[in-house]
């Protein structure tokens, strides 16, 4: 959404909206074996899609899109959003120039303070599981006990492949 700007109009916004509002369906309707916190997961996604539907942005406060309308959105992330929006449905401004100018302000700011500078989502270390976990959940194969398909085992150059015969 942040990296293409004609991702950030009113009618994709709209176009996702409808989207999300079927996964969110599916969602309440699934049981947590199948949806578990995937609603949650996406909560980037919302309020940016919801920053691109919301009406008079040009009224909006940074501090009502920071903390009310996106606040899991950094400053980065608003600042990116708010300057490729563009209403190709209505003709309608993105924020006024003052927000855009107090989050180049809170910018400069973050990367005087060394906070990443970047848009983009980073890693989340908070995953809670590990390689290990992963590694012990899955199931020991013994490759020597695996069959090679009938169109490798009929292939001369794959005999490599096929058990030693001892």
């Not at 949806?35 to 009224?59: M, N, T, Y």
């Not at 406060?61 to 563009?86: A, F, G, K, N």
């Not at 980073?122 to 012990?136: M, T």
């Amino acid at each position: 959404l942040l990296l293409r700007r004609e991702c950030c109009s009113f009618s994709n916004g709209e176009y996702v909206k409808a989207g999300l509002a079927e996964l969110e369906h599916w969602c309440y309707n699934a049981t947590d074996e199948y949806a578990g916190s995937s609603w949650d997961e996406l909560k980037h996604i919302r309020q940016a899609i919801g920053f691109l539907v919301i009406h008079q942005k040009p009224k909006k406060t940074l501090d009502e899109i920071s903390h009310e309308l996106c606040p899991v959105l950094s400053i980065q992330q608003l600042y990116r959003i708010s300057t490729m929006y563009w209403d190709d449905k209505y003709g309608t401004h993105s924020v006024s120039p003052d927000v855009i100018a107090n989050m180049r302000v809170l910018m400069t700011e973050d990367s005087n303070n060394a906070v990443s500078n970047s848009f983009l989502l980073d890693d989340d270390s908070s995953i809670p599981f590990s390689v290990d976990d992963l590694s012990k959940s899955m199931e020991r194969i013994e490759i020597g006990d695996v069959e090679p398909p009938p169109l490798i085992r009929e292939n001369s150059g794959f005999s490599f492949l096929l058990p030693c015969s001892d």
